[in-house]
Nanobody, 126 residues
Framework: QVQLVESGGGLVEAGGSLRLSCASS????????MGWFRQAPGKERELVAA????????YYGDSVKGRFTISRDNAKNTVYLQMNSLKPEDTAVYYC???????????????????WGQGTQVTVSS
């Protein structure tokens, strides 16, 4: 059974930074891409960033390009999301997710993601 556990959320002032971590267990982490999603109240869940199984070809949503960086450490079975220059509109619950199948490319379709963490709250104050 795949388990994903996020950590690192919290309250930060606008312009600040946070780093989210997601620890994976239950299967060979390095064989699967990973993604970070977020969901704000009253809004649909959206893909923030995704990374391939090798760590290449990162994808970023338009609203976070140039501010967020996704990375992974396959030796630690962990994916990270470094968030800089945070804005109040970044406030949301952030979810780590993993696809159900292994491909070399970066998964950008939410339907590819079968496994989800419990979410971590990120609140950015103005």
């Amino acid at each position: 059974q795949v388990q994903l556990v996020e950590s690192g959320g919290g309250l930060v002032e606008a312009g600040g930074s946070l780093r989210l971590s997601c620890a994976s267990s239950g299967r060979t982490f390095s064989s699967y891409g990973m993604g970070w999603f977020r969901q704000a109240p009253g809004k649909e869940r959206e893909l923030v960033a995704a990374i391939s199984r090798s760590g290449g070809s990162p994808y970023y949503g338009d609203s976070v390009k140039g501010r967020f960086t996704i990375s992974r450490d396959n030796a630690k079975n962990t994916v990270y999301l470094q968030m800089n220059s945070l804005k109040p509109e970044d406030t949301a619950v952030y979810y780590c997710a993993a696809p159900g199948y292994s491909r070399s490319y970066t998964h950008t379709d939410i339907r590819a993601y079968d496994y989800w963490g419990q979410g971590t709250q990120v609140t950015v104050s103005s």
